[in-house]
């Protein structure tokens, strides 16, 4: 099982930036399909954005609610993932999980992935 820890999180006003951070074990990470989850108080964990390997490319998605404020990317030769969070809204508020599909090529779902991180919160104040 990959192991994976997050740090970055924190608090900061609406319209500010937060750059998440996630380290992975494991010598094959390049291979890993990445993800980052969220999860507001009283609402189900949902998808935020992933990078897939597709031949020679990776590929990003990215939940419509993120998509041009959020940009992940990954440091294969570090085992590193992130998540730069920019044009910051308090709806943003939730812990992020970092997660790994080391066997799926998909990439939405939570059962996409078999190994996640302990999460880090992030708080956006309006």
């Known amino acids: 099982q990959v192991q994976l820890v997050e740090s970055g999180g924190g608090l900061v006003q609406a319209g500010g930036s937060l750059r998440l951070s996630c380290a992975a074990s494991?010598?094959?990470?390049?291979?890993?399909?990445m993800g980052w989850f969220r999860q507001a108080p009283g609402k189900e964990r949902e998808f935020v954005a992933a990078?897939?390997?597709?031949?020679?490319?990776?590929?990003?998605y990215y939940a419509d609610s993120v998509k041009g404020r959020f940009t992940i990317s990954r440091d294969n030769a570090k085992n590193m993932m992130y998540l730069q969070m920019n044009s910051l809204k308090p709806e943003d508020t939730a812990v992020y999980y970092c997660?790994?599909?080391?066997?799926?090529?998909?990439?939405?779902?939570?059962?996409?992935?078999?190994?996640w991180g302990q999460g880090t919160q992030v708080t956006v104040s309006s």
């Open positions: 997660a790994a599909g080391v066997y799926s090529d998909n990439y939405y779902y939570e059962t996409d992935y078999d190994s």
């Open positions: 494991g010598r094959t990470f390049s291979s890993y399909t």
């Open positions: 990078i897939r390997r597709s031949m020679f490319l990776f590929n990003t």
